[in-house]
T-cell receptor
Framework: GESVGLHLPTLSVQEGDNSIINCAYS??????FIWYKQESGKGPQFIID?????DKRQGQRVTVLLNKTVKHLSLQIAATQPGDSAVYFC????????????FGTGTRLTVIP | NAGVMQNPRHLVRRRGQEARLRCSPM?????VYWYRQLPEEGLKFMVY????????ESGMPKERFSAEFPKEGPSILRIQQVVRGDSAAYFC?????????????FGQGTRLTVV
């Protein structure tokens, strides 16, 4: 399943499939990008980050891709599980190390068992 | 090592009252950030504080809102004369002094309801 961030805020995928969540950012000077997962009633939970001098970074079951040319960020989740159901936010920072982050609207991921 | 602690988790205030939201950062963290989240929206940056200093308050409304992070005790976000539009979830994050490899950890938030 694939979403286009702000324009398709809901994504439903079958358990075991791969998920792709997209995000467009606006500030070409942004140097640091983070994906957060937020479950209902909880605070954002760090998933993975990437700096502007990289175009790909992998974690456990997650991969973040950064395309600075078109100012696009994506989060790929492999073998999606029911526990992955949440709202996913991308966030950008205008300068390295700054934590006054600018968050996107988010995409709600629903995993169908 | 306890995470970022926010209290209360839920707060109900009548219009015109004051709301005080508290945030205790993670142990060893000297920087605190406050964000506001409206339903079905992303988090919006409000203010960034160091102990006894406001570093960046560019996201704070000009009136009724203030924040502090005293030398001792938690950071406080204070909203005076609350209005219905202040109803939101308020999240606090903390980090060590920012550098190239700093991650901010978020608390569970305070959900403010103004009636």
């Amino acid at each position: 399943g694939e979403s286009v961030g702000l324009h398709l805020p809901t994504l439903s995928v079958q358990e075991g499939d791969n998920s792709i969540i997209n995000c467009a950012y606006s500030n070409s000077a942004s140097d640091y990008f983070i994906w957060y997962k937020q479950e209902s009633g909880k605070g954002p939970q760090f998933i993975i980050d990437i700096r502007s001098n990289m175009d790909k970074r992998q974690g456990q079951r997650v991969t973040v891709l950064l395309n600075k040319t078109v100012k696009h960020l994506s989060l790929q989740i492999a073998a999606t599980q029911p526990g992955d159901s949440a709202v996913y936010f991308c966030a950008e920072s205008p300068r390295t190390g700054a934590n006054n982050l600018f968050f996107g609207t988010g995409t709600r991921l629903t995993v169908i068992p | 090592n306890a995470g970022v602690m926010q209290n209360p988790r839920h707060l109900v205030r009548r219009r015109g009252q004051e709301a005080r939201l508290r945030c205790s950062p993670m142990k060893g963290h000297s920087h605190v950030y406050w964000y506001r989240q409206l339903p079905e929206e992303g988090l919006k940056f409000m203010v960034y504080l160091q102990k006894e200093n406001i570093i960046d308050e560019s996201g704070m409304p000009k009136e009724r809102f203030s924040a502090e992070f005293p030398k001792e005790g938690p950071s406080i976000l204070r909203i005076q004369q609350v209005v219905r539009g202040d109803s939101a979830a308020y999240f606090c994050a903390s980090s060590p002094p920012p550098n190239r490899n700093t991650e901010a950890f978020f608390g569970q938030g305070t959900r403010l309801t103004v009636v």
